[in-house]
């Protein structure tokens, strides 16, 4: 069995049904989700005049390759509305593969550590949150080390919601 750390996040829509819907789907269609982080909105990176993104990481347990994870995570993408137009465009939803095991995975279409994950802060927060001891295989340095010297200055907060059930009638 493999485990991977799978980023999820969007701008466009209604971010918080996205990103359950994503949860979903990864979770049916690539494994078992065993843990999940607080949902987090952060300020665009790369592109900051566009929406604010909910973002979150899960670890899953998964019998598939790296390779077939990757297959999967674009047709989820392509199911829920993903259109691929420009670099660090608005986009309804992003899955990205930060880690998997402790490989590392360097294909024209596989990078794996994720190649950005020590320069974004709406990355490390999530990750810190889950694993702070989890040793990046290339950098050797831990989630809670990496996550303390990020140079993104980008805010990354925690958004609170009410589940059905707390609401106030």
Known sequence: MNTAY???????????SSLLMA???????????????SIYETEAWGNNSQPDFYNQVHITTTGLSAEQM?????EIEGQMGRVRAAKNAPRIIDIDILFFNADIINK???????????????????LNELSPW??????????????????????VKPIRTLLPYQQIL
């Open 70 to 74: 990757m297959k999967k995570i674009l």
């Open 134 to 155: 989890l040793v990046h295989p290339v950098l050797n340095k831990t989630i809670s080390e990496l996550l303390s010297t990020c140079k993104d200055k980008l805010s």
């Open 108 to 126: 024209k279409d596989l990078i794996i550590p994720h190649a950005e994950i020590s320069n974004r802060r709406f990355v490390l927060t999530p």
């Open 23 to 37: 949860k979903e789907y990864i979770g049916r269609e690539t494994g078992n989700i065993v843990s999940s982080s």
């Open 6 to 16: 799978i980023l999820t996040g969007g701008n466009l829509g209604d971010r918080l």
